[in-house]
């Protein structure tokens, strides 16, 4: 039988392209979205596509169940892949929306975390892969609520690995950088929801800087890569023998964690400060 893997967020970008990638490579897919219409897409290309919303429990629990249902019980690896943002100042961000984006980019990973960890038990292997982002462990500015979620899920996932050394269930961490994604798109309606910026002292720098990124496509990122930069990682994760703790990914990402090492914390606010 082949082995199989639950992904989250497979509408679009990362989750997609794993997705097609995984079951190329004899993976039984299963291929989950928030969004019915995207679960019945994947499903008319030959995908198992269960519904779950990291916001909403009880997707999570009949969409787990209906993984373990197709498979008699048995999981070999979850990757925790769906998020999103609200760009926006952190003195801006209302309390509720910090609230809302937890939900989505945090708690429902611990939620199907939770419900996946006994399986892994009981079979006696599995993975869990945590799509985490180089703003897990660097604070850019305008993306507080994003990072917030991200250096949180580090945290829980650091955890997690260290008590489960005395199990056979490898947890890991994948850490992108800038990759070719609708993430900015998809987070023009969280901002346009929950960010009056017309009523910020920053209004100005909202109007030149901000909103100029977040409206107008000025092409990719420095150092930007496809979906398939990620993918390579995460197959290395899931079939290496003893897969490392965490990947990185893109130029950004490396930088970044060489220079939170070496530079004071001072010096190295004042590099984030230019980007």
Known sequence: MSKSILITGCSSGIGEHAAYALKKHGWRVFASCRKAEDCARLQAEGFDAPLIDYADPATIRSGLAEVLEATGGTLNALFNNGAYGIPGAVEDLPTDALRAIFETNFFGYHDLIQRVIPVMRAQGHGRIIQNSSVLGFTALRWRGAYNSTKFALEGLTDTLRVEMR??????????????????????????EKWINWEASPRAEQYRTQLRKRLYHDSGPDPFELPCDAVTKKLIHALEARNPRPRYFVT???????????????????WVLSKI
């Open 166 to 191: 005395d199990t056979p269930l490898h947890i890991i961490l994948i850490e992108p950088g800038p990759i070719t994604t609708k993430i900015r798109q998809n987070s023009i309606p969280h901002f």
């Open 251 to 269: 130029t950004p990402t490396y930088m970044m964690g060489a220079l939170k090492r070496l530079l004071p914390t001072r010096a190295f606010d």
